[in-house]
């Protein structure tokens, strides 16, 4: 299975926006889960946004509720997470997950078995 290939990632003062891109593999993105972590320095992984590619079914974490977006372009085969009014604590390593099984709705890293490599954002004050 080929791993999904993030971007978009960068540097941003606070109050600004960013999205991010994620390209998955046909056997990943067909009846499955992509989900948006991320992690910074001395912190645990935390699950911010997923979507389950069928439906388009959408779950967020309160962290992040109302200011980031994830979406998806079937064709392509690719989700964006639109990050808006970023703050500095946003600041991390940001990673797009995919899976199969048991991953409707969660936000657990468990439930995601493929990863990609990750991205940084970085958000100065």
């Known amino acids: 299975v080929q791993a999904q290939v993030e971007s978009g990632g960068g540097s941003v003062q606070a109050g600004g926006s960013l999205r991010l891109s994620c390209e998955a593999s046909?056997?990943?993105?067909?009846?499955?889960?992509l989900a948006w972590f991320r992690q910074a320095p001395g912190k645990e992984r935390e699950g911010l946004a997923t979507?389950?590619?069928?439906?388009?079914?959408?779950t967020y974490s309160d962290s992040v509720m109302g200011r980031f977006t994830i979406s998806q372009d079937y064709a392509k085969r690719t989700v964006y997470l639109e990050m808006n009014k970023l703050k500095p604590e946003d600041t991390a390593t940001y990673y797009c997950?995919?899976?199969?099984?048991?991953?409707?709705?969660?936000?657990?890293?468990?439930?995601?078995?493929?990863w990609g490599r990750g991205t940084q954002v970085t958000v100065s004050s």
């Open positions: 997950a995919a899976g199969r099984d048991d991953c409707y709705a969660s936000l657990a890293s468990a439930d995601y078995p493929y």
């Open positions: 979507i389950y590619t069928d439906s388009g079914a959408t």
């Open positions: 046909k056997y990943e993105f067909i009846r499955g889960c």
